[in-house]
């Protein structure tokens, strides 16, 4: 098993896990942090009375968007391919024997990040345009925002050899 600091996994250890990595979206973090901050100076200055509690009810929302789409990790392992964002209940486990093939795609930039309905199926994405597509049994797709898609992809090719 080799780690980075970019907190990938490849090779098997001894649970069965393939890959692990875990992607930060930057450009997701900083532009919510400076909507906050925005945010915030209009309250100090901006805003009268009442009013205040729409801003703060915003304020609130963008951090919880902050703390739950900052991050996105994508596990591979004998049984499962595995996605979620840095709240791990915002999550995807798809079992391998579900899995028929992958290959490494570029979004569509209109399809954007976070949790997409996308032409082809669903996406989970934080950063970027790259991504590993799933073909999945009766026909479904899943794509997984990835700034390895090489890896991510050859990682669950392994994978499905070894189940097979």
């Known amino acids: 098993m080799v ?9 098997t250890d001894q649970t069965g896990l393939i890959y692990r990595h875990r ?82 795609v570029r979004n569509h930039w209109l399809c954007g990040w976070g949790i997409r309905l996308i032409p082809r199926g669903w996406m989970f994405n934080v950063s970027g345009l790259s991504a590993v597509e799933l073909d999945l049994a009766g026909g479904r797709h899943f794509r997984i925002g990835t700034d390895q898609p090489e890896e991510l992809a050859a990682a669950i090719r392994s994978a499905l050899g070894a189940a097979k």
């Open 23 to 104: 992607q930060v979206g930057y450009l997701t973090i900083f532009s919510l942090a400076g909507a906050v901050v925005l945010l915030a100076i209009l309250a100090v200055f901006a805003v009268p009375g009442r009013e205040i509690w729409i801003v703060l009810a915003m304020e609130a929302f963008l951090l919880a968007c902050l703390a739950a789409f900052s991050t996105l990790t994508a596990q591979v392992d004998r049984r499962w391919v595995s996605v979620h964002f840095a709240l791990p209940w915002l999550r995807r486990r798809i079992p391998l024997a579900e899995v028929t093939d992958c290959r490494p």
């Open 3 to 11: 780690l980075t600091n970019m907190s990938s996994m490849t090779a």
